[in-house]
């Protein structure tokens, strides 16, 4: 294993501390609970938007913390939940006296420490609501879930609840936002390799060189099946024909779309792959009306991409395109 680390344990605070020297305009980084919070927080008057997860997937969700989306983001150590205490923390110090949304990632883990956060906040008048992100169409049960995987849908309701809290929407209007984006988003990952977590010192999972893994978690959590490698043409085509079915998208649809890399696959690769998605969208009679093609949604060094898709009404591509100011995303400023 080869990593550009100092000491294993110490990795996810060093890298924030970089992350705080390297954008000290948009952001801000607490140590003491662990959480990253936008520089002029609290906006008075606005909805707080928070997230969080574990660390090992940037630039989600630290790097997503700015004006026009989140708010604060709380992370955990490497692919482990952030505490109670840390979300309890960010809530409050977002907290502009219109409440806080907190957008939760389907793990067992997440949902848990958020929930608690939640009812502390709410014990002591901060008005909170919460909404579960569960958009993989890969596995109904996981290692770590009951229910589908909270994935890359997570990147786009945050930006469009952020733009959203952005223009003045109430607490409620934002959460009922956020629901409906979660309904209309479905996602599907692959990987072509496996990831090191730093303490551990070795892969979470092996493949051959002949094999990829359809359908893997964000964690190197199993998928629906392992199987020799394809082409581009072909593993795209077998992700997007999964995720058309499951909506089930039809002719006429606008949607945003996303190629995520796992955060071993370059650039090359995953503009390939759109390109691929692009076709079989078309195909079918669908529009893309946005698009993003990178690292948004990682697995440490893992490579290997996910796919995902929104159906998107008026609303929600006039909120995408309002101006996000962050370390990961920035348009309109």
């Not at 294993?8 to 970089?18: D, I, N, T, W």
């Not at 520089?39 to 630039?59: I, N, Q, R, W």
């Not at 792959?273 to 078309?282: D, F, N, P, S, T």
Request: charged residues 20%; proline residues 5%.
């Amino acid at each position: 294993m080869k990593k550009l680390i100092n000491d294993p344990q110490e990795v996810v605070r060093e890298s924030l501390a970089g992350l705080a020297a390297a954008h000290a305009e948009i952001l801000r980084v607490s140590l003491d609970p662990v959480y990253v919070i936008r520089a002029d927080a609290p906006v008075a008057g606005k909805v707080g938007v928070v997230s969080g997860g574990g660390s090992g997937h940037e630039p989600m969700h630290g790097g997503f913390v700015g004006k026009g989306m989140l708010d604060a983001a709380c992370p955990g150590q490497v692919f482990t939940s952030p505490t109670p205490d840390q979300i309890e923390a960010a809530t409050s110090a977002v907290n502009g006296g219109a409440g806080v949304l907190h957008i939760v990632k389907n793990y067992t883990g997440d949902i848990l420490n958020f929930e608690m956060a939640a009812e502390l906040c709410q014990a002591r008048g901060v008005p909170v609501e919460s909404v579960v992100i569960n958009d993989d169409v890969a596995v109904e049960d996981s290692l770590y879930t009951a229910g589908r995987r909270g994935v890359g849908t997570t990147v786009l309701a945050e930006k469009i609840c952020g733009a959203a809290a952005q223009r003045g929407y109430d607490l409620a209007r934002v959460a009922a936002l956020a629901r409906r984006v979660n309904a209309n988003g479905r996602s599907m990952g692959m990987a072509l390799n496996p990831c090191t977590v730093p303490a551990a010192g070795k892969p979470g999972f092996t493949l051959r060189d002949d094999e990829v893994e359809m359908g893997i978690g964000i964690h190197g959590e199993p998928g629906r099946e392992r199987m020799p490698i394809r082409t581009a043409h072909e593993l795209t085509a077998q992700m997007a024909a999964t995720i058309l079915s499951d909506l089930p998208f039809a002719g006429g649809d606008r949607v945003i779309a996303m190629v995520n890399g796992m955060g071993g696959t370059p650039l090359l690769e995953l503009y390939l792959v759109y390109g691929e998605l692009a076709q079989v969208i078309r195909s079918r009679g669908i529009a893309i009306a946005r698009r993003l093609v990178g690292n948004y949604i990682t697995s440490l060094e893992m490579a290997g991409c996910s796919i995902t898709l929104l159906k998107a009404d008026d609303e929600m591509l006039t909120l995408w395109d309002d101006p996000v100011l962050t370390p990961a995303l920035r348009w309109g400023i």
